[in-house]
């Protein structure tokens, strides 16, 4: 999330106010009455959420700009007049169904003085998230515009796995079969967004109900991965970086390209151009837009950025994301480009041997 918010600092207008967005109640305003009215924290009973850690990076962020400071010092109202605010990014970890970025939104805009800079066109709204489900996407494209929702990841989900028919079926019975009735949530999570991402700190209530529920009716041994979306530490140890090898392995498979599987890796210079391979193939598959390339390679939005931008400069795709006829030259002799096998091991010698400038002359 640190790397979006430093690649946005060329793109937004400054200087930029960095909110943490958090939980507000219905119909509560971010700002209280007054020129410089300081903003209510929390609600009356709840704890710090996730957007203390977001606060906690923002903070880092902001500091590490060094004396070239894009950012304002702190998204008060007077901060903000004083330093003459151009560009509001509202930054969330993660966003299932959109709902809370824009009650957020909604909250935050309402005091008089930020209506008045947006209705004379002197702010702008951004969003910043390290992930969001494609639903949660597409909302908060129709709020703050295409352009103004800026991505890390695109979060996976049920529906956007490409599993047979049969397994999606059987997931969605399980999920259904073993939600509580006790709790008012759909089965496959708020807004029944079936959801397939948590973290190390919390998980959302977007992941299907079965796997954070705390009890099920008729059962006394109920025992969820994620206690009350809490995550317990014989989990937590399962969060790090992710094993490179395996993601790209799980990519090719969701791509339904299996002989890409047997593509010998190690012979692409680098890991962008393993990248920009892995997109080539996604690509194949005629996508909409970047975000569902991402969705089908698992990379990040900007590692896709990064191997789309050096695939248009081969000429392998066109501006249009589609593969031009050296681009599927290219997959093709990928292809080829197989692991290597026994034919090509070494065969040991006990013999001994010398190099023939150091044997004697007859």
């Known amino acids: 999330m640190s790397k979006l918010i430093e690649s946005l600092v060329d793109e937004l207008p400054n200087p930029i106010a960095l909110v943490p967005v958090r939980e507000l109640a219905p119909g509560q305003r971010y700002f209280q009455h007054g020129r410089d009215a300081p903003a209510r924290l929390l609600l009356s009973q709840s704890f710090p959420g996730s957007e203390a850690i977001v606060a906690a990076m923002l903070n880092g962020v902001r500091r590490a700009a060094g004396a070239n400071q894009p950012f304002v010092g702190a998204p008060s109202l007077k901060n903000m007049r004083g330093a003459r605010c151009r560009t509001v990014l509202l930054v969330d970890d993660y966003s299932g169904s959109g709902d809370r970025i824009k009650s957020f939104y909604r909250g935050f805009k309402a005091h008089p003085t930020l209506r008045s800079w947006l209705s004379y066109h002197r702010?702008?709204?951004h969003v910043?998230?390290?992930?969001?489900?494609?639903?949660a996407l597409r909302a908060l494209q129709r709020t703050f515009g295409q352009d103004r929702v800026h991505l890390y990841k695109v979060c996976p989900t049920i529906a956007t796995r490409t599993w047979d028919e049969d397994r999606v079926?059987?997931?969605?019975n399980l999920c259904e079969k073993y939600a509580s009735s006790a709790i008012q949530c759909a089965p496959l999570g708020y807004g029944n967004s079936g959801a397939l991402l948590a973290f190390s700190h919390s998980a959302p209530n977007n992941l299907p109900v079965i796997l954070w529920q705390m009890f099920r009716a008729g059962s006394t041994?109920?025992?969820p991965f994620f206690l009350d979306k809490g995550i317990p530490d014989d989990v937590r140890m399962l969060f790090g970086m992710p094993d490179v090898d395996r993601q790209r392995l799980s990519a090719v498979r969701q791509l339904r390209q299996p002989r890409l599987s047997l593509i010998d890796w190690s012979q692409l210079p680098s890991r962008d151009t393993q990248n920009a391979m892995l997109v080539l193939a996604a690509i194949a598959r005629r996508p909409r837009d970047?975000?569902?390339?991402a969705q089908l390679t698992g990379l990040s939005l900007p590692e896709v950025r990064r191997a789309t931008d050096l695939c248009t400069t081969l000429r392998l795709i066109d501006r249009s994301l589609h593969l031009t006829d050296r681009g599927r030259a290219e997959i093709q002799h990928a292809k080829k480009v197989m692991l290597p096998g026994d034919d090509f091991l070494l065969n040991g010698s006990d013999v001994p041997y010398y190099p023939r400038q150091l044997r004697a002359g007859r």
């Not at 970047?290 to 390339?293: D, K, L, M």
């Open 123 to 125: 702010i702008e709204y």
């Open 128 to 135: 910043a998230c390290y992930a969001a489900t494609p639903h």
């Open 169 to 172: 079926k059987g997931v969605k």
């Open 221 to 223: 041994k109920w025992s």
């Open 290 to 293: 970047r975000h569902f390339v």
